[in-house]
């Protein structure tokens, strides 16, 4: 059995409902220079990737060079919209309360986005410092960078890595830093969207809801650990 020392969390899709609100603010952003896409394409090239990396893709794929002022005021918008409709994802307060492992959040978010999220849904305490965003790597999802430098960081073998992933990248990232990744699929931006995977994002096990978290490995929470004692 896989030996598991520290679970690391991404943020958005997976702690928190935010992806829905960041896409489709980009999705209409966007199409006022011109750019259509829709959330499939989203979830599939956008998702557990950097603003940056976005920002280039939209360049090179579609030929339209934003203005410099356009990531400054998504930023601004996107956060005041998560003030008004930011949301924990259902059981991960449960989860995290029945786990006994440390835990630790890797995100693509930018460290301002990450704190605010925290911060609006009561999770900052929880994970105190032990946040880690891609602005602390050279590459980031699906490169596996973050997810080395947070092992690093926090003492833990990779191979005694659990990462819990919604997006495709950070499937891909989980898996080439050669962790154990499970997949989450209840966030309200992947309803509806094909959860299909190639061969090099699909993680070792997906799941629905948190409340089925345990099912695969039993053993990670407190309930089991009474049982065997």
């Known amino acids: 059995m896989t030996k598991t020392d520290l679970v690391i969390f991404d943020c958005d899709g997976v702690l928190i409902d935010s992806e829905v609100i960041s896409a489709n603010m980009l999705i209409a952003e966007l199409k006022g220079y011109g750019v259509e896409m829709d959330m499939a394409y989203v979830s599939r090239h956008f998702l557990g990737r950097s603003y940056p990396v976005v920002i280039a893709e939209v360049r090179d794929k579609f030929g339209v060079l934003?203005?410099?002022?356009?990531?400054?005021?998504?930023?601004?918008?996107?956060?005041s919209a998560f003030e008004r409709d930011l949301k924990i994802m259902p059981g991960v307060k449960e989860?995290?309360?029945t786990l006994r492992r440390p835990i630790c959040v890797a995100t693509s978010s930018s460290p301002e986005r990450v704190r605010q999220s925290l911060r609006l849904t009561g999770l900052d305490q929880t994970f105190g410092s032990h946040v880690f965003t891609a602005s602390q790597v050279k590459r980031g999802k699906p490169a596996p960078d973050l997810f080395l430098h947070v092992a690093e960081a926090m003492g833990v073998a990779p191979d005694r890595c659990l990462v819990i992933e919604d997006s495709l990248n950070g499937v891909?990232?989980?898996?080439?830093?050669?962790?154990?990744?499970?997949?989450?699929?209840?966030?309200?931006?992947?309803?509806g969207i094909d959860l299909?995977?190639?061969p090099d994002a699909t993680a070792?096990?997906?799941?629905?809801?948190f409340s089925e978290f345990f099912f695969h490995r039993p053993e990670l929470g407190r309930a089991a650990e009474r049982v065997a004692q």
Do not use: C, N
């Open 66 to 79: 934003l203005p410099d002022q356009f990531e400054t005021d998504y930023r601004r918008r996107l956060l």
């Open 95 to 97: 989860v995290i309360a």
């Open 172 to 191: 891909r990232a989980g898996l080439a830093a050669g962790m154990e990744v499970w997949r989450f699929t209840g966030g309200s931006h992947l309803r």
């Open 196 to 198: 299909s995977a190639p």
């Open 204 to 209: 070792h096990w997906q799941f629905p809801s």
